[in-house]
């Protein structure tokens, strides 16, 4: 981004000149466009202008022309007017004929009302000889004598004559006018004529001076043409002495040719006027004279408001293409500013890149997990980063400046495989792993990889990447040796491993399960080719078992089953595991498992099994036995009690009876034995019920329940309510736990462990009993101590023994059966009884009931 | 109409142990209200009037005294049949037995027994024992309404 940026910038130069060409092209244009359409609007404004004077100086030409001819023919009616009033001629005649101080006052009158009607400055009457007869208004100054002449010749040829203007002989002032001649009506003679003068300063010049127009320069000139010299006939506006004093000179007013009168247009034309000032003007030929009219207005006056336009243009030319270049040049220097902030702008970015590119890099550098070192071509280490100065245990200071060879050395130095001299040669980038020896002596594996380090082209060095691969090598060895474990691992257990391709039906597996099924690779590896080896009684079974349950429904495949070798067509024993695996969408992706030849163990637990059935069917049979004699011992026992019991009872009832009927004729040594049948016959009860009593503790079945303890010893005791009315006891029992048990048994236990420690207490003048219960090691042990005559322990073991007594039955009586009773129910609960005492001080009965839990 | 009668049947097998009951129950005055039968079938002929027993007064014992081991049919049968037989279910039966055999027991027990006493060895614990037989008979004596109008 930021490099394209700048050469952008970079590139922008020449672009920007091309720019400013272009720019200038455009200004010359854009003035030369404005100065044409300047120039031409001048040259159209001014011809319209010029069109515009002409125009107006040839109707102005027209105009002043036509006047002097409607002037002239005012003049010859007036003259015909009077010169062919028959009275006037008749009176005119006598009057030159005889000339009298006092005219006749007609004559005077009718001249008199033409001088004042027609503005003549006088009205003359001459004689044929150009005398002056008679002057209205009188006035005695002669005549100029060219008008005397001109009268003569009228008279004489009675034709009417133009006295053209002239200056006056006498008096110098310029005159026009019309000579009449008179004829005598009687006579026909011609006796002189009538002068109509004019003075042109009172009638004519001012009327030619007069500019129907506003205009400061417009002039009408009267000229008169003399063959080829040029008269000016009347005062100029800007020489009013000119009349009939300016002639054209030589480069002075050159009117239009001769058929300009002729046709009687105006022509107009440029050029210098008397003053030699520019002019235009026309001229227009008076019809009927040597007059032609010219008008002339000064160029400057016409061209005033074309030239006037013409500066504005120019002007505004100037302006424009002067605001086209300023805006131009204004843009250029914008773009020049912005283009140079925008390069120094980039510079500063890119000198910014450049120095967080370096940052960037000096950072990866120093950081880099891999140890690097840039070595120029005469062996010197030039760089290296902190990894490398640790992994080559240097110091870092110290690696610079030193020979590569000296610092990190590997068995290629000095010899032609060096990496430095073949990447010097131009090998390009070099790969190795080799062992380095470290500063300190010590080896390091490295896979060190070389690049040239090439600035400008060419090859200035090498850069040196190593990597510390001394744990990679161990691990892979340490892979390699899990890998062969395994391998002889599997090799050993006869497992092998598969990977199954569900969707595919393929499968690859392990040398081991090749060797299990005694292929080789040529061997299709599908599911049906599986099943080719799956022994044909086992086929339908697995089948269904792999594919409609571990790959239908997805379950895990744990099956034995036999199989047919294919190598040697022997049937082994294999056991099969797999499960499916899946892939993120949650389909099955691969089967894995192992297949183990379990064929050894499988027959050994075939044999096992048929053992096992053997001894199964020998303890059935002898369980059958032992049932037997149990219920044959069962209907034994019921004999005896019942049966046995009954003719003692009958011995005891009637030995009772006979005491009673017959005591009084008894005599001592009688009442004696019936007292001893009595008391033998009570014994044999005894025994035989507590016969029958260790019978049954032997062999009912347990009915196990929850029994509690402190209310089965308080039942207990109630059969020894009586034998305890007549002696002191203190009996303490404590707290006692419930047990899980039989609780007709365990009443028995209690009976006779409170039975003996009543018994034997009896010597004593307060027996003390107590009762009670310490929970140890995951059983509650019961105990009973009282304070009687104890026992030696020499005899402790016979004490559990059946018929086993330590006292005599004189001292105390009893069957011998109690204690071992105790010791066979204790034993059917699992527990254990046991006894401490010692003779004459007391004796304590231990007995243990496992606790529940360990026992469910 | 059913008659109560102020009869004891005793059924047991043994003539030695007949004639010590007939004195533990003399003690209470008892004896002469005691018929004597010696094994379960006669037990049920007396009881339902049947065979030797047809022409005896009817009415019912206030109590059985039975022995379990009988010869022909035992205690414990005749005490299934008198609890399953409508006419006889009601009938007080108290088990006299020498056996002590718990199995014994639960059975009667099961059966439905009044009380079960075992047989001591003792002549004197036995008339002990015969005294609650005499309290039974006591109570019994009172016919109880139901017994008497079935009769």
Redesign the interface.
Known sequence: MRDTELSNALHDAPRESRFERALIWVLVAATAAIAVAGFVFYVTQRASVVAEANRQLSSIANLKAEELVSWRQGLDRDAFMLTENHAFAVLASSMVDHPSETPPEDLVGWMKAIQQAGSYDRLVLLDGAGRVVLSVPADKTPLSASTIRLAVKASASASETFVDLHRSSVTGHPYVGLLDPIVDPATKRHVGTVYFRVDPTKFLYPYLSTWPVPGKTGQTLLVERRGNQELILNPLRYDPNAAFTLRSAPGGIHLAPQATAVTGHARAYEGLDYRGVDVFSTERAVPGSSWHVVTTMDRNEVLAPANEHGWQVLLLMIISTTALGLSIVSAQRRRETAFYREKSRLAEDSRHALQKAYDEIEQVFKTAADGMRIIDRDFNTTRVNDTFAEMARIDFGKAVGAKCYDDFSGRWCGTPECTLQRILAGSGPLSDVIEKRRADGSMVSCLITAQPFVIDGEIVGVIEDFRDITDRLAAEAQLEENATLLVESQRAAAVGHYSLDPVAGTWTGSAVLDEIFGIDDAYERTIDSWLAIVHPDDRNVIETCMRNHALGDCLPMDRDYRIQRISDGEVRWVHGLGRLTFDAAGSPSAMFGVIQDITERKLAEIEVQRVHDELEQIVADRTAQLEAANSELEAFSYSVSHDLRAPLRHVSGFVDLLGSRERERLDEKGTHYLDIISDSVRQMGVLIDDLLQFSRVGRTEMKRGDVDMAELVLEALKPFESALRDRVVELDIGELPHVRGDRGLLRVVWENLLGNAIKYTRPRKTAHISVGCRHEEGQSVFFVKDNGVGFDMTYAGKLFGVFQRLHSSSEFEGTGIGLANVSRVVARHGGRVWAEASLDDGATFYFTIPDPRRHE | MKISLRTILLAED?P??VE?TL?ALAEYNLANQVVVVHDGVEVLEYLRREGQFRLRAPGMPAVLLLD??MPRMDGLEVLREIRHDPDLHALPVVIL??????SDLIAGYELGVNSYVV??????E?VDAVHVLGQYWAILNEVPPDVSEDA
């Open positions: 043994n030695k142990d010590l004195e379990i081991k037995s020498s056996s002590a055999q718990e047989k001591p060895v003792d002549f004197k036995f």
